[in-house]
């Protein structure tokens, strides 16, 4: 709390540095001695910039650390001596306590948080107040500084516009840190796992059977962490059957948009196909659960499929596939409207019929922006979360039969993080490892795509 | 070697020419399928949410007779002023009383017509008009879900015949379900409600819009018209094309190692779903920008430049105004996509049972979408017409942020 203040008096120094700094420089400017260098609004703003932005990045750094310091602190006590050494429930213990201590919550079911909680409150309000002083230190020191340079010849312009642009910079470092934040944290995650489970296993293993059991005695109290059947499930679902429904109703779509629909049916088809991309996944899912997975369950008992199960892989991939449409279609309708037109004209010039013109002119020279497309819409498929959650099944079968039910990739990241998690195991760990495993995979696809779709691009600039 | 002529006399020109135009014919065809299979896909999608959904809208209400003076309800009609009036009324027997007067009303078998739903209409109708309890009062009370189901569609066979018998009556009637645009999440389909996930999006798109299109202009501004060509700056663009292709489910799994593992954020709050999506809507709304900066003209920035505006002065003053639409159109389909977004929220943990609304951005919250998931495992069948009647507010959300867009687009959009 009292960082939030501390936050709210370095905004009110700033505020207070740039009215200051404003008067100064409007009165400068009223008395006539020259010409000012900079608008007083301009000196204003160095002054407020200088007051903040040290005082802001001070606290932002800050928050991390302290929640280290906090519990550190916590631990050194008396009462944080006496806990048990057992990581998985102090750890419990102490966040329980950290709730309390922040009024998220009354009572802990460990007795040991409600004595805690007083250590916490102590630790985070001494280490909070202590930060706040620092920063509305250095808030009143920089601006005060800043106020001072204010006069006729001072540039303040220049310095508020080197201010703007480290926070350009700053802004689009976000997208590094962001990136660089997965990968470690994945990372280190899935380093974790494979000290408990072996790399081999892991990637060459046929079972999968997550299910650690909570006493040693129980059945299957081994659980066996073989990815091939997830990643077989993924690529059965996402890059087999939905393209089958995908990519020649995507493709088809996107030629009769851009060679043959009449301006004004394109400019209804459009937004149509656009709204298909943009219903929620979850909707997908829940059509796919409750609509399409018995349809296909009654057709395969139907066709004397003995197995077919409620949770198919095909009735996921079909949703999948409907979902996927529209984005193969604008990736197909970009590369075929990138073909040159002259192109187009010489075919038909020679008495090609239009259908002629594209199978054999447009379609032949749009194929790597096509393929680019398709393996982009591959990578959105097989990392689509929802529709297998909710509709395709939670057994890990090796199998190529669509009325069967198979689990991929993200269902088991979503049931391994969601049941009741217990850290430090490796079923919670097993998650990012395949969310790692993930995220290579389609890495690697989408930048062979744009590699595709580049190399195409210029082959025609 | 020998070539073919073509000849025009003798109709083989002509029979091929036809199968020629016929091929043509057939791909088209193809073609106009190809897309009408789409369209019809979507109408279907849309049709079949809203004929079970609808229905989740309307709530069947029953006439039910309470004699309240000889009633077992002890309420002090002055308490019912004051500001404990719900507690009282919470504590005062209202269920008890309901089964009894549905007892009278329709015979032993009704003993379960009503539920908490009805003692809260009850309770409310009490503090409304506390006249009422001097009186024998005629309400049209909520039933409990068993018997919505029997009304609408097939339920229990018993649950079927009372239905037909107090229909019979005339007393029962369909009535706009208020309760499931204000009320949370419950255990019960009859109580359920959407209020609460929908406040929850709400502070959830509010953190991440606060935080995504300030940072996903300034970065959009700093790629297009200050950063130098080097190393650095590629670095930036192929992370940040990277990231929009990156599957949502990997941005919770940041979320829940950074936010909440490492960090220690309230857990399922909307700061820490705000702040995944937005790390998730970012890299959109930069590509957005990029795009939307790229095609202001270069003669505007020449002759800002010209009058003596420095750079920075050309950025601002006029290079972005004029980018601003598009920007914002973009920023607008990026929010509505992390308005539908659910795989990543689940990760952080909002799938928690929240029956009141949030408060504010640290409380526990959850999200329409995850709301929409969650009820779609229940068994009972009451969730079903309320889970599709959820998504059509979802989906309504999704239409008008859409159609926003697209508004701005046509209106603001200018083409140099």
Redesign the interface.
Known sequence: MSLFLALVAVLVVALGGFWLAFTKASQIRTAGAGRLNSLPIYHGAYAALWAAIPALLLLAMW??VQ?GLVEQAVLSSPEGQALPTFDMQRDSIL?EA??IA?G?RQVGFNTESATLAPRFREAESRYSAAAGAVAILIAFGAGFVALRRTGLTFRA?TGV?RW??G???A??????L??L??VL??L??TLRFFKLVSPTEFLLGTTWSPQTAIRADQVGSSGAFGSIPLFWGTIFIGAIIAMIVAI??????A???T???PARLRAW?K??????A??????????A???VAPVIRDIGIAIGVSSASSESALAAGLVMG?MI??FV?SMADDSIAAVPQAMRDGSLALGA????T??KVLLPAALPGVVGGVL?AV??A?????IV??AAGLSANLTANPFESVTTV?TQ??QL??GDQE?ESAKTLA??AL?LA??II??LL??IA?TFVRRYREAYE | MTVAASRWTDGSMDSRLRRRYAAERRFRLLGLFAIGLSVAFLAFLLVTMAWRGLGGFSQTEARVTIDFPRSDIMIDPAALAGPEARQVVGSAGLEGALAQAAVTSYGEEADELFGGAAARALGKALIEDPSLLSQRAELWLPVTSAYDIARKDAGAPEAERLVNAIDARGDLRRAFNVNFLTASDATDPGEIGVWGALKGSFLTIIVTMALAFPIGVLAALYLEEFAPRNRWTDLIEVSINNLAAVPSIIFGLLGLAVFLNFMHLPRSAAIVGGLTLALMTMPVIVIAGRNAIKSVPPSIRDAALGVGASKMQVVFHHVLPLALPGVLTGTIIGMARALGETAPLLMIGMRAFIATPPKGITDPATVLPVQIFLWSDEVNRGFVEKTSAAIIVLLIFMLLMNGLAIYLRNRFEQRW
């Open positions: 928050v991390p929640n966040a950290r709730e922040r998220e312009r516009e703007l642009m926070l350009l910079l802004a689009s470092l976000i997208a590094i962001t990136t934040g997965i944290s994945l280190f995650e020649p109703l995507g493709l088809m779509s030629i009769f948009l060679q043959y629909s088809l937004p149509i196909l656009e709204i298909l943009g219903v929620p996944t979850v909707v997908y899912g829940y059509f659960a409750l609509t409907i449409i529209p279609s019929t239009k259908a002629e594209i199978k982009l990578s959105r097989i990392g689509e979360t929802m959650v909710m993200t990241i979503v993080l969601t850290f998650a990012f969310g993930l995220f389609t890495l989408n930048l744009l």
